[in-house]
């Protein structure tokens, strides 16, 4: 293999606590597989604090490289989806594209780059490792773009059955395995000393992680308006503290609530160890994001998980004992019921689902390991 052709993809590079996690798990099990290799991550724009997370001189590829790589690999995230509502024509074009069926557009799109001579990032193979795969809305353009991407997986690791489901009724049918969510591989990221920790106690007012973010995308402080009755209720009996995973697509709602305490993740002045720190010393989340269960879980503690989008129910099965799911219309009353029940979590309840999603996690990896080791 050529030193210089392992190009990482995902949501990489955006200050998003639970994607940096991702890429890092992502290179780590490269890194162990192909030690001699050099790694590259494509992001939008070049971002120093990749190195640092990942402490190696990692390489950078600009969206829109076409260039013919040996090895492609898309780690963990929910990347393929679309929630978004789109306009009359949009639907008109996907309806005529798709007309055929996917497999013959796809085959199609393949030929008219080819004839046009603009092809995509190209590899030798292609793999999916804990990747989601969403729900599309009618006329999406994301799933024109998605579809050829799809198609040409060599091994998809998919992170849950509801992702599987999803796939086959889009008419795409690449080579697939069923895994978990790649950042129960705890060793890559938590620290030995904060894994499925102690649950901090003492106190008149338990500690609650509340990790929001705006919702829908580009809302502002819609939803956190929604939400801050619930939350001052809830600061009568809870010490709050609002958790940021992603500072830039939570502004609405840290200046909405900006009077309680807040924790952001800053990732070009800290590193995933140390933010784990802050996190474990928290007894629960109430939490909006999938990986604030899941890396709370890695850590030892419970969440409770506020469902604004479908993946969350998914997040749920993969932890149905550590966590309870709530609607976002839950009466503040039942939220409370919720965060007392996780409380009284058994922390042998945790570690046993943390564990199972691990030993779900190698399983996988052994089994598309061959593809990786060119």
């Not at 989806?81 to 024509?89: C, I, L, N, T």
């Not at 830039?248 to 140390?274: C, H, V």
């Not at 945790?350 to 593809?371: G, P, T």
């Amino acid at each position: 293999m050529r030193k210089d052709d392992v190009v990482l993809l995902g949501y990489y590079g955006r200050g998003n606590f639970g994607d940096d996690i991702l890429m890092v798990v992502t290179y780590r099990i490269i890194r162990e597989l192909l030690p001699k290799v050099k790694i590259s991550v494509r992001l939008a724009r070049p971002t120093p604090y990749v190195s640092h997370l990942t402490e190696e001189n990692i390489g950078f590829i600009p969206f829109g490289d076409r260039n013919q790589h040996r090895l492609i690999v898309h780690g963990g995230g929910g990347t393929f989806f679309d929630f978004a509502q789109h306009s009359m024509s949009r639907k008109i074009i996907n309806t005529i594209l798709l007309s055929a069926g996917s497999t013959t557009f796809v085959k199609c799109e393949k030929w008219i780059r080819r004839f046009v001579k603009r092809p995509r990032m190209l590899a030798e193979r292609r793999i999916g490792i804990g990747l989601g795969v969403g729900t599309f809305t009618f006329g999406s353009p994301k799933l024109i773009e998605a579809l050829p991407i799809l198609a040409d997986f060599n091994i998809l690791w998919l992170r849950d059955q509801q992702s599987l489901s999803n796939l086959k009724h889009l008419g795409i049918h690449p080579p697939v395995i069923l895994g978990s969510d790649i950042a129960f591989f705890y060793n890559y990221w938590c620290p030995s000393h904060l894994l499925l920790g102690k649950q901090p106690k003492g106190g008149s007012r338990p500690k609650v992680g509340v990790i929001l973010r705006d919702w829908p995308v580009g809302s502002g402080d819609h939803f956190a308006k929604k939400i801050a009755p619930t939350l001052h209720l809830l600061s009568e009996n809870y010490e709050l503290t609002l958790i940021s995973f992603d500072k830039s697509t939570d502004e609405g709602t840290l200046r909405f609530l900006r009077n309680y305490p807040a924790i952001t993740w800053q990732p070009e002045k800290m590193m995933i160890s140390e933010f784990a720190n802050i996190l474990s010393e928290q007894e629960l989340f109430l939490t909006t994001r999938a990986h604030g269960a899941i890396c709370g879980a890695c850590l030892g503690r419970p969440s409770v998980i506020l469902e604004i989008e479908p993946k969350l129910a998914t997040i749920n099965s993969m932890l149905p004992n550590t966590t309870r799911i709530a609607r976002l219309d839950v009466q503040p009353e039942v939220l409370v019921n919720y965060i007392e029940e996780v409380r009284a979590i058994s922390p042998t309840v945790i570690e046993n689902e943390v564990l199972e999603n691990r030993k779900i996690c190698q399983d996988a990896l052994n089994q598309i390991r061959s593809y990786i080791e060119l």
